[in-house]
């Protein structure tokens, strides 16, 4: 399965909020101190003073890499002012990886900015790249020798919508022109971000790093719904939306799928592609709104027997999904990381079947040439779900407020089993062929 030479990296995901607590200096915890979400991150799992105790456990699951972000609000708690202790603090972290075999993949941005970066407009400000540049430029400085594999940015759309177009996430905004000025602020991001961290080891004469964005992709099915069929205006609409703007949106050239990677420079700006994969949506367009450009997800009644199941999160699991995705992405021609895919349950054979499925779905795009660099399970630990709180249960592993013991669930060995059956060992018998 493609070039023997190319490494392939497994393992879990976390994110700084998410999991290690007390992050006082991030918008969100402002926004949870406001009383805006079902219940604040508090302790989380504890993470940051745990890491030891959890690289183990991914260690003993297996695991050839970790995936985690560093808290821009902890190295950076006020304009200018670097925590040392902070960032020495990320460097044990990846030490400790590399010590226990274990692949670091660093997020410099999950969703959180810090609150003096907030005062300053943070991302709809111009000013913003910079302020992004300067913090990635600290954190190249003091652990690019480490880290070969970075992501700037998780999921820029996702924070977009939920910031700035629904309003759930802070600064809570229901406006498409700040939607559209953070999207470009964002790219800007990237780019400089990509660019210091290439300059930083090319001074240095450091091996080239790889550096890439995660971007969520979703798999959009047109709504077959067609009760009004009889008037025209409705048919002409279902017609121009339901049809032609979905297949744009399904092609990968409007906004979720593609919007952010279209408007890069792909082939000066990314050295992989990481994708995050989760679910399936049906939708339609009944109204056109600017504050909704996906339509309107259609309930799901209608589609019952189409839906084989649901999560925790009510999202529905569409395996396929991922390998559609997989293949419209090779028209980059870029090595792909799957950057997170998992389910939210508290049945661990429906956690089995969810990876089972994903990674056979996976190899099979591998099989049709599309160069699988890892593979990515969401999330090593439970965790703080944002304005979900601590109901979703993604982990491999029980964490989170007042649970003091680590227990690995039934479901999660099945990751390391599947993997090293689909990927690591054809890469073994291609080797030994040749
Ligand atoms: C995000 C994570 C989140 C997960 C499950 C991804 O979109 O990167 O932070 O916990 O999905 O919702």
Same mark, same amino acid.
């Given at each position: 399965?493609?070039? =023997?030479?190319? =490494?392939?990296?497994? &393992?879990?995901?976390?994110?700084?909020?998410?999991?290690?607590?007390?992050?006082?200096?991030?918008?969100?915890?402002?926004?949870?101190?406001?009383?805006?979400?079902?219940? /604040?991150?508090?302790?989380?799992?504890?993470?940051? $003073?745990?890491?030891?105790?959890?690289? !183990?456990?991914?260690?003993?699951?297996?695991?050839?890499?970790?995936?985690?972000?560093?808290?821009?609000?902890? *190295?950076?708690?006020?304009?200018?002012?670097?925590? $040392?202790?902070?960032?020495?603090?990320?460097?044990?972290?990846?030490?400790?990886?590399?010590?226990?075999?274990?692949?670091?993949? *660093?997020?410099?941005?999950?969703?959180?900015?810090?609150?003096?970066?907030?005062?300053?407009?943070?991302?709809?400000?111009?000013?913003?790249?910079?302020?992004? !540049?300067?913090?990635?430029?600290?954190?190249?400085?003091?652990?690019?020798?480490?880290?070969?594999?970075?992501?700037?940015?998780?999921?820029?759309?996702?924070?977009? %919508?939920?910031?700035?177009?629904?309003?759930?996430? =802070? =600064?809570?905004?229901?406006?498409?022109? #700040?939607?559209?000025? *953070?999207?470009?602020?964002?790219?800007?991001?990237?780019?400089?971000?990509?660019?210091?961290?290439?300059?930083?080891?090319?001074?240095? !004469?450091?091996?080239?790093?790889?550096?890439?964005?995660?971007?969520? +992709?979703?798999?959009?099915?047109?709504?077959?719904?067609?009760?009004?069929?009889?008037?025209?205006?409705?048919?002409?609409?279902?017609?121009?939306?339901?049809?032609?703007?979905?297949?744009?949106?399904?092609?990968?050239?409007?906004?979720?799928?593609?919007?952010?990677?279209?408007?890069?420079?792909?082939?000066?700006?990314?050295?992989?592609?990481? +994708?995050?994969?989760?679910?399936?949506?049906?939708?339609?367009?009944?109204?056109?709104?600017?504050?909704?450009?996906? &339509?309107?997800?259609?309930?799901?009644?209608?589609?019952?027997? $189409?839906?084989?199941?649901?999560?925790?999160? &009510?999202?529905? +699991?569409? /395996?396929?999904?991922?390998?559609?995705?997989?293949?419209?992405?090779?028209? %980059?021609?870029?090595?792909?990381?799957?950057?997170?895919?998992?389910? #939210?349950?508290?049945?661990?054979?429906?956690?089995?079947?969810?990876?089972?499925?994903?990674?056979?779905?996976?190899?099979?795009?591998?099989?049709?040439?599309?160069?699988?660099?890892?593979?990515?399970?969401?999330?090593?630990?439970?965790?703080?779900?944002?304005?979900?709180?601590?109901?979703?249960?993604? !982990?491999?592993?029980?964490?989170?407020?007042?649970?003091?013991?680590?227990?690995?669930?039934?479901? #999660?060995?099945?990751?390391?089993?599947?993997?090293?059956?689909?990927?690591?060992? #054809?890469?073994?018998?291609?080797?030994?062929?040749?």
């Amino acid at each position: 399965m493609g070039n =023997p030479q190319t =490494p392939f990296y497994f &393992g879990a995901a976390t994110s700084s909020h998410q999991v290690e607590g007390g992050n006082r200096f991030n918008d969100w915890w402002q926004w949870e101190t406001e009383g805006r979400v079902r219940e /604040p991150s508090g302790p989380a799992c504890s993470h940051y $003073e745990r890491f030891r105790e959890d690289a !183990g456990l991914a260690a003993e699951l297996g695991h050839t890499a970790h995936r985690f972000s560093i808290e821009w609000s902890r *190295v950076e708690p006020a304009e200018g002012d670097w925590n $040392e202790e902070a960032l020495e603090h990320y460097r044990s972290v990846i030490l400790d990886l590399r010590a226990r075999g274990l692949e670091p993949f *660093v997020t410099l941005h999950h969703f959180t900015n810090p609150v003096w970066f907030v005062h300053k407009g943070a991302w709809e400000s111009d000013q913003a790249a910079f302020y992004f !540049g300067r913090f990635v430029k600290k954190v190249a400085g003091h652990l690019g020798e480490q880290v070969k594999y970075w992501i700037t940015i998780n999921e820029p759309m996702v924070y977009v %919508y939920k910031s700035f177009l629904e309003g759930a996430w =802070p =600064p809570g905004k229901q406006s498409f022109s #700040a939607c559209m000025r *953070v999207v470009r602020h964002l790219i800007y991001g990237h780019i400089e971000a990509y660019r210091i961290i290439h300059q930083h080891y090319q001074d240095h !004469g450091f091996e080239k790093p790889w550096v890439s964005i995660a971007k969520h +992709v979703i798999q959009f099915d047109p709504c077959r719904r067609d009760s009004k069929k009889d008037r025209l205006m409705t048919a002409l609409r279902d017609w121009f939306f339901n049809h032609l703007y979905l297949q744009a949106l399904t092609t990968g050239f409007l906004f979720f799928p593609g919007f952010f990677l279209e408007f890069l420079p792909v082939r000066d700006s990314l050295d992989f592609i990481g +994708v995050n994969y989760y679910f399936r949506d049906f939708i339609r367009f009944e109204r056109v709104k600017a504050t909704d450009p996906f &339509g309107e997800i259609c309930d799901q009644k209608h589609h019952a027997s $189409e839906i084989l199941e649901t999560t925790q999160m &009510g999202w529905q +699991v569409r /395996p396929e999904g991922l390998f559609q995705r997989l293949l419209a992405l090779q028209k %980059y021609g870029k090595p792909v990381v799957i950057a997170e895919n998992g389910i #939210a349950t508290d049945d661990e054979d429906q956690r089995r079947r969810y990876i089972t499925s994903h990674l056979q779905f996976t190899a099979l795009a591998a099989r049709q040439g599309v160069k699988i660099l890892g593979f990515f399970y969401w999330s090593l630990l439970d965790n703080f779900e944002w304005d979900r709180g601590y109901g979703p249960k993604f !982990g491999l592993i029980t964490a989170g407020p007042g649970i003091a013991g680590r227990k690995i669930k039934q479901g #999660a060995y099945v990751l390391t089993e599947m993997c090293r059956k689909l990927f690591t060992k #054809a890469k073994e018998e291609v080797a030994h062929a040749s």
